[in-house]
Every structure is written in structure tokens, then in C-alpha cells.
């Protein structure tokens, strides 16, 4: 069987069959700079109408005719590039029949758009969202699946997936998080460090920005650490990071933990006075749930260190949980029981047959572990888990009605602080604004405790002043002196404190209620936090670039704005038109200044019945020029939770079963995998 159809360089034609009337479609190269086509059994030729050299290969293949213009006539090969790339650009919205398999090929070619898609969303969606194994794509059960979903898609080998596509990923996505950056005023860093199962380390650094009402997070480095954690070590390697990314003239804070090798490493990249902290040497990271005796680093005006307020918060319960006698019996009851119901299998398919509800085992570097493990436990149904603990020999964990008393109250001293931390960890929100709030309603909370029970006293106390004792520079900046030793102070003497919470709407200066002082105190406080707001945001006039001044109504004597405020309407000359002519003056029209905004913004988040939200407030143009004075309070997390979930996520890529991975790879995989939000 044979067809021919002639044509010359860019003929439509299409080749029919001799025979039996069979369509047969002419190659776009072919009708391009090809004549005299012809197909027989399973070959085609052609002639080129350049050289006239004639040229055959297998049916459904083009390479000879594409390699021939390519080698021969490069020109005219530039030429058929240039009408593909044109019939590529005015194909537009898919059609129907982009949705339907082509069986006239054998496999789509490289350039092909169908072939990009696929392989894009492959390594989007599969290898870094769902976090497969790289290998996959040469994996002979998964080739044969992708065969079934198009048969003409040929999936990319391994190697070309590791060296050529992930890495044009990742600068992609690195050169999406530089141009946002870019559009911010203020940034804040959170660092540590994380070693996977492998014992490799890698130093975790993610960056905070607040534009628009919206609190966002984003992985600006994760790389291998080598060697050992030293705070000179650490320095080095965060100052090329803060270089690489242009933010050192952005950072406004940098949260860390309490280890010793941090706050010298931050004392080295900023160039303070670092005699406070003692030489960390060769030691590695410390475990840093521990005290740290090392007085706090004053780093330089413009840039500050935050502790984790989460890790804070987690010393004050630990010292109320290992302070007294009578609970730490009570929690070995509880933890061998949970290891029980975990460790072996006899006890617990009948404990979830009899009982059902699992009781959680604790994680010793967050305490919140601890509080839910105490929390079900005290809601179990406790004649039926005494019954079955008796009958396996485990007579020894039954709780005594008093035991289960002192439970019941602990879970409900503890309640607030486990609200805390899941409040300040939040990835959602501003958090930086609730750290005040939440001490004050502790304290609060734990002098109504002191007034309510009396078998949890001893405790309540102990809780009470290891809050007191590690928060005292917070209680200090509110004018709260509790007459305390203060040996495990940390370092939560910065005005942010202050200044956020009375920003946010949320709090406003509804949080001042909680503090113990009088009225005039409450009020000094509120005298003292808007002059701070006021001297910020003189400091941010004076650096930054304000709009040019708008005119507004002047206010009224109840200090609210006249919206939409218009000259009365002329009336006709009368003997007695004065008498009607009662309509209040036009509105005097005032520069509009920052000082003035804010005025009206903290009269209206403090107003009864206010329905003003941070999110409608950063976008409002009626306080445009207080953007700037956002971006920099509210642009800071309370905790490092945010690099912390980095590293949960790092953890579940580097899985058992890829311990094999490079260090290069998993830097890649993090990264895409965090930042994924900028594929949006």
C-alpha cells in the first residue's frame, strides 16, 4: 500500500490512500519544506524542496526530516521553529480535542506543551506536595500507570528530574520570594537548627512579613550545617544567608531559642557588645529546654531578639510540674499507663476494646503533649479502665478517688496555658500582639486558683511565680513589680510587647483590664503605649517615604470623623430664611498627618461595639499612612514555631526509607515544599 501527495514548502495538503481511501496526516515539518510525500507499509519520504534530497523514515517518526533542516539549512530550520512557536501562541483556549489521546504519534516530543504539563504537574504535585520518592519516575509499576493515562507521554528519568528540573524549580520559586520581599518595608527572622535521623544538620531560617491585613510565612534558607554548633559558626552562616537575600536593612526582630549558641551568634552578626555571653566552644546545642544562665544580649536599636514565648511559657509549667511531691506520682501513673497502652499489644486490643479512647504519649520537648495525656485521662470512664487494669495485673496504676481529684484539678489549672500555647503557635494570625494579654490573664488566672482550691495550692503557687520570675521584664515594662528574686528572668523587656496588642483590634486596650494595678495605673499604662506608638511612628516618618498629605474633614468634638461632608445647599434670600438656615457649617478641611490617623485609629478599635478587624485596618486607605507602622509591629511572630513546622515537615520527606538522600536534594524538597504557596 502506497500514498503520495505532492506539496511544497508550507502546503496544507493531505496525503491519501490509493487503495482503500485511508486519510493519512502530513507531518508539520514535511508540509513545511518537504514535497512529493509518499508513505508505504511502515516508511514515508519525502523530498526537500531546498536541496532536493530525498528522505525516509519510520511512519509516525520525523526525526530524519527535522535533523536534515537542522544540519543542512539553518535558516529554514529557524524558520519552521518560528511558525511552531506562532501556531503555539494563537492556539489559545484548549479545545476538545486537546483533551483526547492522539494515537497518530508514537510519543510527544520534547518541546511539546502536553508533555510539559504533564511532567510539571508530576513533579509539583507528586514528588513535592505528596512527597514520593524522586525514583518513581523510573519505577516500571508507576511508567506503566502513566502509560494508561496517555500513551504517548514518556515520564523524565531520575536523573534528569534531580539535576535539571527541580533545581529551574527552585530558582523559580526563590526568585518569586525575592521580588515579594522586595515589596515589604519590615521583616522578621525566625532560626534554628534541626538534625534529621540520619544526624545531619541543617540551619532552619524562615522570614515573617504583614502587607494587607495578612500575617505570612515563607522558608528563606534551609541548608546543611556542618560541623559543630558554635555561635560563630552559626553567624557566618546567618549573615551570608541575610546577605543573599538583601534584607539587611528589613530585619526588625529575629526569634530564636533560650540556647546560648544563638544569642552569640546574633550577637556576632550584629556587631554588639558580646561580653555578656560566655564562649560556647566546641559543645553542640544544648538541649534548649534547659535555663540558660547566660545574661540576655542587648543587640542594636533597630534590630531585636525575641525569645520563643512558646518555649518561655513551656519552663513556667515544667517548674510547676516538677515541684511538688504530690503530682509527680500522679504523672508517673499516668505516663506508665499511656507506655503500657503503646507498647504492648495484648493490653491494648483489650484496652480499645473495653475503653476505646487512646491516651496520647507525651513528646518531653512540648509540654502541651503532657497536658493532653493528663486531659484524657482524666475523662476516661475510670470504674471500667480499674477493672481492666486489675484484671492484667496492673493493680498499680489505679488512680485513688483522691488521685483522681488532684487530676481533674490540674487538668483545670492548666487549661489556659495549653490555650496559650496553641494561641501564640498560631501560623494564621498575628501573634506577637497576644504575648502581654496572655501573661496578664495568667496571673489573673492563677490568683482566682489560689482563691478556689486548696489541695492545689503549693502548686498554683509555684506555677504563679515561675511566671512571675521569667516574665519579670514584661511585668516590669507594665509598671508590675511583684518583689521577686527574678534569677530565671528572661529577656521580654521590649516595647513590641507593648505596642502590638494595642495596635490590634483584637486587643486594642481591652487587655488592661487584667492588669492588678488601679485605675490610674491602668491608665498611665494606656498614656505610655500611645506615646511609644507615636514615637515609632515619628521614627517611621523620618525613614521612610509617606504618601503626600490628603485633606479630610476635621473632627467634631466627639472626635469622630464627618464622613462625606458637604457645603449647604444655597437657599433663596428671605426675611426670614435665617430661621430655617439651621444646617451645621461645612466641616473644616485639615491636613491629614500619621499622628492624626492614629489618633483616630485607637479612638476607633477602643470605641464600644467596635467592629474594626487588623485585616480591614491594614487595608483601609483612611489610615494609609499608619501602613508602614504595621508592617513593622505586627510583622513578628511570638514564636519559632514557624521554622519548627519546617522542620516537621522535613522530617516527613526524609522518611526511613530514603535515608539515602542527599543533603542537596532535601535542601530542594523543603524548600519547594514550604514555600509552595507561591505557586498560587
Not at 523530498?47 to 529554514?76: A, E, I, N, P, Q
Not at 544567608?241 to 529575629?254: A, F, M, N, P
Request: glycine residues 4%; neutral net charge.
Amino acid at each position: 500500500m502506497e500514498a503520495h501527495c505532492s506539496g511544497g514548502a508550507g502546503s496544507s495538503a493531505v496525503a491519501t490512500s490509493e487503495t482503500n481511501g485511508i486519510g493519512l496526516s502530513i507531518p508539520r515539518v514535511v508540509k513545511f519544506a518537504y514535497r512529493d510525500f509518499r508513505a508505504a507499509d511502515d516508511k514515508w519520504s519525502a523530498v526537500c524542496t531546498k536541496c532536493h534530497k530525498t528522505l525516509s523514515d519510520k511512519s509516525g517518526v520525523t526525526t530524519s526530516f527535522t535533523k536534515h533542516l537542522r544540519r543542512m539549512h539553518g535558516d529554514l530550520y529557524k524558520e519552521y521553529q518560528d511558525s511552531v512557536d506562532r501556531a503555539s501562541s494563537i492556539r489559545g483556549q484548549s479545545t476538545l480535542n486537546s483533551f483526547v489521546i492522539n494515537d497518530s504519534g508514537t510519543t510527544y516530543g520534547h518541546g511539546s506543551l502536553r508533555q510539559k504539563a504533564i511532567t510539571s504537574s508530576l513533579v509539583t504535585n507528586l514528588i513535592v506536595s505528596c512527597g514520593l520518592p524522586v525514583s518513581i519516575v523510573d519505577h516500571p509499576a508507576f511508567c506503566k500507570f502513566l502509560t494508561e493515562l496517555d500513551p504517548k507521554y514518556k515520564p523524565p528519568v531520575r536523573q534528569t528530574v534531580t539535576q535539571s528540573i527541580l533545581p529551574q524549580l527552585l530558582q523559580a520559586q526563590k526568585t518569586k520570594l525575592m521580588s515579594l520581599l522586595e515589596l515589604c518595608t519590615d521583616v522578621s527572622l525566625t532560626a534554628d537548627i534541626w538534625t534529621d535521623r540520619r544526624m545531619h544538620s541543617f540551619l532552619g531560617v524562615s522570614v515573617h512579613t504583614f502587607v494587607n491585613g495578612i500575617a505570612e510565612s515563607y522558608l528563606l534558607a534551609f541548608q546543611s550545617f556542618t560541623g559543630s554548633h558554635t555561635g560563630q559558626r552559626i553567624a557566618h552562616s546567618l549573615e551570608s544567608i541575610i546577605t543573599e537575600s538583601g534584607l539587611q536593612h528589613k530585619i526588625r526582630c529575629i526569634v530564636t531559642d533560650n540556647a546560648s549558641n544563638m544569642k552569640k551568634a546574633l550577637s556576632l552578626v550584629f556587631e554588639v557588645d558580646d561580653t555578656a555571653v560566655t564562649t560556647d566552644g566546641e559543645t553542640d546545642d544544648p538541649t534548649i529546654w534547659e535555663d540558660d544562665t547566660i545574661t540576655d544580649l542587648t543587640l542594636e536599636p533597630d534590630i531585636e531578639r525575641i525569645p520563643c514565648f512558646a518555649h518561655s511559657l513551656q519552663l513556667v509549667v515544667r517548674d510547676g510540674l516538677s515541684s511538688l511531691s504530690v503530682v509527680r506520682p500522679l504523672l508517673a501513673k499516668c505516663c506508665k499507663l499511656s507506655n503500657l497502652i503503646h507498647q504492648s499489644a495484648l493490653f491494648r486490643s483489650i484496652y480499645e476494646e473495653v475503653i476505646g479512647k487512646i491516651i496520647p504519649s507525651t513528646n518531653e520537648t512540648r509540654w502541651n503533649s503532657t497536658y493532653q495525656q493528663l486531659k484524657t485521662t482524666s475523662e476516661l470512664d475510670q470504674a471500667k479502665l480499674n477493672d481492666l487494669l486489675r484484671e492484667n495485673g496492673h493493680g498499680n496504676l489505679v488512680m485513688t478517688s483522691k488521685e483522681l481529684a488532684n487530676l481533674r484539678d490540674i487538668v483545670h489549672i492548666l487549661e489556659p496555658f495549653s490555650e496559650a500555647t496553641d494561641i501564640v503557635q498560631s501560623d494564621k494570625t498575628v501573634t506577637i500582639s497576644c504575648v502581654a494579654p496572655i501573661l496578664l490573664s495568667l496571673n489573673r488566672h492563677t490568683e482566682s486558683c489560689l482563691t478556689a482550691t486548696s489541695s492545689m495550692n503549693a502548686f498554683v503557687r509555684s506555677l504563679q511565680n515561675s511566671l512571675r520570675d521569667r516574665f519579670a521584664t514584661l511585668f516590669a515594662q507594665l509598671g508590675i513589680n511583684f518583689h521577686l528574686h527574678c534569677a530565671n528572668s528572661l529577656s521580654f523587656g521590649s516595647d513590641l510587647y507593648l505596642m502590638a496588642p494595642a495596635l490590634d483590634p483584637a486587643y486594642a486596650f481591652n487587655w488592661l483590664e487584667d492588669h492588678p494595678g488601679s485605675a490610674e495605673d491602668k491608665e498611665a499604662q494606656r498614656f505610655k503605649i500611645t506615646g511609644l506608638l507615636y514615637t515609632e511612628l515619628g521614627k517611621l516618618a523620618n525613614h521612610q517615604s509617606l504618601r503626600p498629605a490628603t485633606h479630610l474633614p476635621a473632627l467634631k468634638k466627639d472626635h469622630t470623623c464627618v464622613e462625606n461632608a458637604s457645603p449647604p445647599a444655597k437657599r433663596r434670600c428671605s426675611l426670614f430664611g435665617h430661621y430655617r438656615n439651621t444646617s451645621t457649617p461645612a466641616a473644616e478641611m485639615v491636613e491629614v498627618t500619621p499622628q492624626r490617623q492614629m489618633a483616630e485609629y485607637l479612638q476607633d478599635i477602643n470605641s464600644p461595639g467596635s467592629q474594626m478587624t487588623i485585616e480591614r485596618a491594614a487595608c483601609s486607605s483612611k489610615f494609609g499612612h499608619l501602613q508602614p507602622l504595621f508592617q513593622r509591629i505586627l510583622c513578628t511572630p511570638a514564636t519559632s514555631a514557624p521554622v519548627e513546622r519546617i522542620f516537621s515537615q522535613s522530617g516527613i520527606i526524609m522518611r526511613p526509607h530514603r535515608a539515602r538522600m542527599s543533603d542537596t536534594l532535601l535542601e530542594t524538597l523543603v524548600f519547594l515544599k514550604c514555600n509552595s504557596k507561591l505557586n498560587g
